[in-house]
């Protein structure tokens, strides 16, 4: 297994691990599914290339900025940040990745 695909079981189990965390809070079924959506097009991206994630990449990002501009509601979850902060960072990791992942496909062959 070469160095890419490495790179790519470690980052889907990082995220899956990710939408396992979110199970325990209020809107879970948003966050495991942003999540577990971003696992499964890393995983499927170590066989098939799929152009499409960058537009779910943009979906993510635009989410994100809707966040941004809600407001924060000042609730602190986990030590250091407030939830709101939280979420923002998440989508904008999930963002970056996806966008990414087809250029590391193209660096593969």
């Known amino acids: 297994m070469d160095i890419y695909k490495k790179i ?5 189990l990082v995220f899956l691990c990710f939408s396992f965390l ?7 079924f948003y966050w495991v599914s ?3 959506l971003t ?8 066989y098939k290339t799929n152009k499409y994630v960058r537009f779910l ?9 809707s966040l941004i501009y809600k407001g924060s509601d000042n609730e602190v ?11 923002v960072f998440g989508l904008m990791l999930c963002s970056i990745w996806l966008y990414f992942l087809p250029s ?4 593969m062959d």
Do not use: A, C, R, W
Request: proline fraction near 4%; glycine fraction near 4%.
């Open 34 to 36: 942003i999540y577990l």
């Open 8 to 12: 790519k079981v470690f980052v889907g």
């Open 39 to 46: 696992s499964l097009f890393t995983f499927h991206s170590i």
């Open 57 to 65: 990449s943009g979906f993510y990002l635009l989410l994100s900025l």
């Open 22 to 28: 979110q199970i325990n809070d209020p809107d879970y």
């Open 77 to 87: 979850i986990m030590y250091i940040f407030p939830e709101n902060t939280n979420e």
């Open 104 to 107: 590391i496909n193209k660096n």
